[in-house]
């Protein structure tokens, strides 16, 4: 059996993008209960798993396919190649999703930047309160907490998702655009905070938004 044919058919048949743990996993736990067939990938390593991933993304290149490979942050997922999207489109009908207002990109954007962050800090640089904002990223999925800070009051913190980076096509926070000049630009704070985000504690499983 062909390594490389396996995880193909892996990726063509998942929802959502496998990261290289899950591929292995799943060839190594395949008819694990079947005495009679044994499982020629049971110990399959990385770095075979990372050379056929690597051989797949040079056939979709040199042999032109209606998809291609795609890294995303949580994984590799075949999709299908922008080019051909306009008759993909007509597959799927459906309303377009309302846009970000300014607002919303504008806090996206610091929250992003200086992850993670407590709402009176994003305030202090915008000037506004940003409750209802805050509420629509956080149901868009954009934007989760974080945990809390420890200063006074130990407010909540925010963070960008993984959906986040996979709507705006990252494979990280490192792809943001201008992200060292941007990271590490001065701006205003709450005066509640005293300089950077210290002792974070991580939100518990009591905190569902932050799941």
């Known amino acids: 059996m062909d390594l490389t044919r ?10 959502k993008p496998l990261s290289t743990n899950e591929i292995i996993d799943a060839l190594r736990n395949a008819g694990a209960e079947d005495e009679f067939s044994p499982n020629e990938f049971a110990n399959v390593r990385q770095a075979e798993v990372a050379a056929a991933i690597e051989q797949l993304k040079v056939e979709y290149i040199q042999h032109e396919h209606g998809f291609q490979l795609v890294e995303k942050a949580d994984g590799w997922q075949l999709a299908s190649d ?7 489109r007509g597959l799927f009908p459906a309303p377009k999703p309302a846009r970000l207002s300014s607002p919303a990109i504008e806090t996206l954007a610091i929250i992003a930047y200086r992850q993670p962050i407590t709402r009176a800090d994003v305030e202090a ?15 868009r999925g954009l934007v989760k907490i974080a945990g809390r800070a420890e200063i006074p009051g130990r407010p909540l913190l925010y963070e960008t998702t993984e959906f986040f980076l996979d709507h705006f096509g990252l494979r990280n926070l490192d792809e943001l655009p201008n992200v060292e000049e941007l990271r590490t630009r001065h701006l205003p704070v709450s005066p509640r905070s005293q300089g950077p985000t210290e002792g974070i504690v991580q939100a518990g499983p009591s905190t569902p938004a932050a799941t």
């Open 82 to 88: 922008p080019k051909y999207a306009r008759w993909v």
């Open 125 to 139: 640089v915008r000037g506004v309160t940003i409750d209802s904002v805050l509420q629509t990223l956080m149901e």
């Open 6 to 15: 396996v995880i193909e058919t892996l990726l063509f048949s998942a929802q």
